[in-house]
């Protein structure tokens, strides 16, 4: 069975700028997407590739995740627009 989940909240300040999140090691269902709803994200899990080679969240959309591989890897996104905050959400097992 799961534990309660985490949330992290990653306020991503500067516009097309790569951030990044360590997904937790016991993680075994993840939930991402914008705050407001109003932008897109770009995801992907390559350092120094999210404005190249990623997948688009929609604006008013999430990303849902569930395998034992997310153990531990690091997310990498970017928004086109400065101030949006990504909340990801992360079941642990």
């Known amino acids: 069975m799961y534990s309660r989940p985490t949330v992290t909240n990653v306020t991503m300040t500067a516009a097309n700028t790569e951030y990044s999140h360590t997904v937790q090691a016991n993680t ?4 991402i997407k914008e ?14 590739a999210s404005g190249t ?15 034992t591989w ?16 990504l909340e990801i959400e992360e079941w642990l097992a």
Do not use: H, M, W
Not at 28 to 31: C, G, P, R, S
């Open 53 to 67: 080679t990623y997948i688009t969240i929609p604006a008013g959309s999430s990303k849902y995740l569930e395998a």
């Open 70 to 85: 997310l153990r531990g890897i690091v997310l990498y996104f970017q928004c086109p627009d400065a101030g949006n905050v």
């Open 35 to 48: 705050r407001s709803g109003g932008s897109s994200v770009k995801l992907c899990y390559t350092s120094g």
């Open 28 to 31: 075994k269902k993840l939930l």
